[in-house]
């Protein structure tokens, strides 16, 4: 008994502390450019790989770039982006799950198997794919990260949507009657939302992974835009003299992705979401 | 025992199908015309005569319909076209560089569950002890450690700094450690809290409390009924993560220039080598699909109630 008063307690810290770590990263991604002591793309040769000093605080790469105004500005195109396609991909989602949910049918089926079908592929291979054929770039990479991850929110919410249908709450609605668009927004959205949020922040912290991976890969953003990804690919070079060129951006990705996952793992706790590894 | 099998080895044809059929509309959808992809990958400089005879040559004169059903043709024969940058067919390029990616798959696969399930196991008998903790700590890095980074970190500590092991390349049993390490990581963070789950969850079963009242041995209990069963989950997350592993190899391959087919693909991607990235894409669907039946089939194996869920469902 007194360890389950404890866990709680315990997720709860989890909840406010990896919250108070992401709202910090949202805030210095708006702000970058205010907070930011330089400009990340301004190359000087002069000052390349410099070490740490007041006006450089974590020096400079080997373009001469401020390392820290770089890595302040890499949280804007990493949170910038996978927000982007939490949205696009849960928005697209939404509808397609709600019309199957709804509409059921040979709509479903036809949905629901190209759903199917979809998820057959390991994810990142069909991304690759896809940028693959569609040509690198950044807004190839959000395409295929939504094109790929939507499939999810649309399974989960069709799965939903058709248990909610059946039950009395839903029916007792109908017949004092609520529309459809009524019973969306009053009763099936307040009821889908928890898990929502919770896939939608673990899909966060996959989508700044895959982001930086596919940057990494040279498939993403390409440079001089500074990216964790990509600047851990230019600083791998310097990894026998200034490690910390890679270290830095690495250890950025692994604070925001691991706030992530400890967010949605006590947002699930929280809602009692069961949820498979 | 048999319909089932049947019926799971049937129900893979139409996601082959599926896949075939995605990777077709995609290379249609996209801007690049493939006869224009192969002519710039083959350094020709590309005349509309050319071009139309490509075109013809690829078959994309004709209707989409009979374009499918070619395609669909050619695959099921193994048949991926010719890598436009290598003019050898794509098959004889994965077959030479299969070996490579296998070998470095399967020890991570090894190093995963050497490590997960012992880890596993304890955490979930020692709840809330010291090594449950840190189990939880390792799942929560594995989970978030971008895996491009773990391996130069990983190269940085052992190979850099304590020259313990080689940086890249294929050879010895030493080039193998760093990069098993990293392909692992996230593996053992899933296996381990997988597996934690079923044993904490099959602890709460009849079946343990007859035993310990029967004065079996705790160990025996554990080991040969606990363990056993809670183990079936985790070969569901083994199959099931097998394209986590295998999109792992692509970036691991990357990193330390290991000679396999991932970084044969990225290479594809740049030079936009479409049969290349067409064959890479449908054949991993295929072998993620045929990894998952034979999942399955082990788990019938150790566990045969599961045959006859199956066959009640199904």
Same mark, same amino acid.
């Given at each position: 008994?007194?360890? $389950? ?9 989890a909840l406010i502390i990896s919250a108070a770590i992401l709202i910090v990263f949202f805030?210095?991604s ?22 740490? $000093? ?10 001469? !770039? ?7 500005? +890499?949280a804007?195109?990493s949170l910038g982006f996978a927000s /982007?396609i939490f949205? @696009?991909?849960l928005? =697209? ?42 040509? &690198? ?12 991850q ?18 009395? =709450? ?7 009657? $609520? ?5 969306? !927004? ?10 929502i949020m919770v896939m939608g922040t673990l899909e966060m912290g996959w989508a700044i992974m895959d982001i930086s ?15 964790w +990804? ?22 950025m990705i692994l604070f925001v992705v691991i706030s992530f996952n400890v967010l949605g793992e006590s947002l699930s ?6 949820r498979?590894? | ?16 199908? =599926? ?5 077709? @509309? ?10 224009? @992809? ?21 078959? /994309? ?78 799942s929560y890095l594995g989970a978030s450690i971008p ?10 500590? =052992? ?6 092991? &080689? ?22 963070a ?14 709460? %079963? ?20 606990? /363990?056993?069963? @809670? ?14 592993? /295998? ?15 991932? !970084? ?27 990894? %998952? ?14 045959? !006859?869920?199956?066959?009640?469902? $199904?």
């Amino acid at each position: 008994m007194i360890s $389950s008063v404890q866990m709680a307690s315990k997720s709860k810290w989890a909840l406010i502390i990896s919250a108070a770590i992401l709202i910090v990263f949202f805030l210095v991604s708006i702000l970058a450019p205010w907070i930011a002591p330089h400009d990340p793309i301004q190359v000087n040769l002069a000052i390349k790989l410099s070490s740490p $000093s007041w006006e450089y605080p974590l020096g400079t790469d080997h373009l001469g !770039r401020c390392n820290l105004s770089r890595l302040l500005y +890499g949280a804007r195109v990493s949170l910038g982006f996978a927000s /982007l396609i939490f949205a @696009a991909s849960l928005g =697209f989602g939404l509808l397609v799950g709600m019309i199957a949910g709804f509409k059921g049918g040979w709509i479903d089926l036809l949905l629901m198997r190209f759903c199917d079908g979809v998820m057959a592929f390991p994810n990142l291979v069909l991304v690759l794919g896809i940028v693959g054929l569609l040509g &690198p770039g950044l807004w190839q990479v959000v395409i295929a990260l939504m094109m790929v991850q939507w499939v999810y929110y649309a399974r989960m919410i069709r799965g939903m949507v058709v248990s909610m249908k059946e039950q009395n =709450f839903i029916a007792a609605a109908r017949i004092s009657g $609520s529309s459809t668009g009524k019973i969306i !927004r009053r009763h099936l959205l307040p009821n889908v939302l928890p898990p929502i949020m919770v896939m939608g922040t673990l899909e966060m912290g996959w989508a700044i992974m895959d982001i930086s991976a596919l940057s990494f890969l040279g498939l993403g953003i390409q440079p001089p835009t500074p990216e964790w +990804g990509a600047m851990i690919q230019e600083g791998k070079a310097f990894i026998r003299s200034q490690p910390e060129l890679m270290i830095y951006p690495g250890l950025m990705i692994l604070f925001v992705v691991i706030s992530f996952n400890v967010l949605g793992e006590s947002l699930s706790e929280r809602f009692g979401i069961k949820r498979r590894y | 025992m048999f319909i089932y099998l049947i019926k799971r080895l049937l129900a893979v044809v139409p996601i082959i199908l =599926f896949a075939i059929f995605l990777m077709f @509309a995609l290379i249609r959808l996209s801007p690049v015309d493939p006869a224009e @992809a192969y002519l710039a990958a083959a350094n020709i400089h590309p005349t509309d005569e050319i071009l139309a005879e490509k075109r013809h040559e690829f078959g /994309l004169d004709q209707p989409l319909l009979v374009q499918y059903v070619q395609t669909v043709k050619k695959i099921v024969q193994l048949d991926f076209g010719n890598s436009y940058v290598t003019n050898t067919p794509v098959w004889q390029e994965v077959a030479t560089r299969m070996p490579a990616t296998i070998q470095l798959a399967v020890s991570s696969i090894i190093l995963s569950i050497v490590v997960s399930v012992p880890l596993g196991f304890l955490a979930a008998i020692y709840k809330n002890s010291l090594i449950d903790h840190l189990s939880r700590l390792l799942s929560y890095l594995g989970a978030s450690i971008p895996q491009f980074w773990l391996g130069y970190v990983l190269i940085f500590l =052992f190979s850099v700094k304590l020259d313990m092991f &080689p940086v890249e390349g294929r050879g010895t049993w030493q080039h193998f450690v760093l990069p098993s390490i990293t392909l692992s990581l996230a593996l053992i963070a899933i296996y381990t809290r997988l597996l934690r789950a079923s044993v904490l969850e099959e602890l709460e %079963n009849v079946y343990v409390i007859y035993g310990r009242t029967r004065g079996i041995k705790e160990k025996t209990i554990m080991v040969k009924h606990v /363990l056993r069963i @809670a183990i079936s989950p985790m070969l569901t997350g083994l199959g099931m993560n097998l394209g986590k592993l /295998l999109t792992g190899t692509i970036i691991v391959e990357q990193v330390f220039s290991w000679p396999g087919f991932g !970084r044969f693909f990225i290479e594809a991607i740049f030079n936009r080598d479409i049969p290349v990235i067409q064959g890479y894409v449908v054949l991993a669907a295929c072998l993620f699909i045929v990894c %998952n039946l034979i999942v399955d089939l082990v788990q019938l194996y150790i566990d045969p109630r599961i045959s !006859r869920k199956g066959m009640a469902e $199904s």
